[in-house]
């Protein structure tokens, strides 16, 4: 359910954040250990099976967009639906913890052997992961004589396993989703409405990937935006200015990265 096109460090350490968000005009904290419990399906992209988990703080985006009155202000990461289970039982085991990300110098050389250390250190927490946990494992060589290549920590002896296994193939290509959703009440006889604007990015196969193309394209065109004139006030600047993205997005549409906007009444 998920290939590399980006550091699986981060991709690992992003799945321990805390995180909070605002639903029903209360503030809902999420504690980094519950944050892949937290994950709930989604039917934003209707031909994808998908789920949703808060990322990081949400909070600041009622002031940055001038909705702080909003009921609900939540940023999410989308993901294929069962990712967020597979991955906690990834942390159950030990492969993920925060344990896992400290440094040891007594790490065994095969997978086998270091599964069998995780699982007497951890007393036994295998038996408490799903089937589809164990079965991914054993696919990656978990439970082999596969040679553990970074003996540095648990976390980057798993990291460097999965940056063999799940690296994208000749032919493959990554997708990269994104969807903003706003719920628009009007104080008139005027209907209310939901507006949602949506990017679906593929990759090209064995050229640039969707990853590199939304953070690449996206800091070169703030580049030359800059370069050409704009945000002539100086010092740190957040793209919400028109002058900003009215250019931005028009060149990022050349480039192929175009948001569908739709507007539906409810």
């Known amino acids: 359910m998920y290939k590399f096109s980006w550091s699986p460090l981060g991709v690992l350490t992003a ?12 503030q809902i904290n999420v504690d980094g250990a519950d944050l892949l419990t937290s ?6 992209f209707p031909t994808l099976s998908l789920e949703h988990l808060p990322n990081r703080d949400s909070m600041p985006y009622g002031d940055e967009y001038g909705i702080p009155e909003a009921n609900q202000i939540y940023r999410g990461t989308l993901r294929y639906a069962g990712w967020s289970h597979l991955m906690n039982d990834f942390r ?12 040891r110098s007594d790490l065994p050389e095969t997978w086998g052997e270091l599964m069998n250390m995780i699982h007497s250190e951890s007393s036994g927490t295998n038996e408490q992961v799903s089937e ?5 494992l054993q696919w990656l060589g978990c439970y082999s004589d596969t040679p553990v290549t970074d003996r540095s920590s648990v976390l980057n002896a798993f990291c460097a396993l999965l940056q063999i296994k799940l690296a994208l193939l000749d032919g493959e290509r990554d997708m990269v989703l994104m969807q903003h959703e706003f719920g628009v009440e009007y104080n008139d006889e005027r209907q209310n409405e939901i507006r949602t604007s949506s990017l679906l990015l593929y990759g090209t196969p064995n050229g640039d990937t969707a ?3 939304t953070v690449g394209l996206t800091i070169a065109t703030g580049a030359e ?10 010092g740190v600047l957040v793209p919400t200015m028109p002058e900003f993205y009215n250019p931005g997005l028009d060149l990022l549409a050349k480039e192929g990265l175009v948001f569908n906007e739709e507007t539906r009444k409810v």
């Open 225 to 234: 935006l800059v370069l050409g004139g704009a945000g002539k006030a100086g």
């Open 39 to 44: 994950a709930r399906p989604t039917s934003c």
């Open 132 to 136: 589809a946990a164990q079965q991914c």
């Open 211 to 213: 990853m590199a193309k």
């Open 92 to 103: 159950k085991v030990g492969l993920t913890s925060k344990d896992a990300a400290q440094p």
């Open 15 to 26: 799945s321990q954040n805390s995180a909070q968000y605002k639903e029903g005009n209360t």
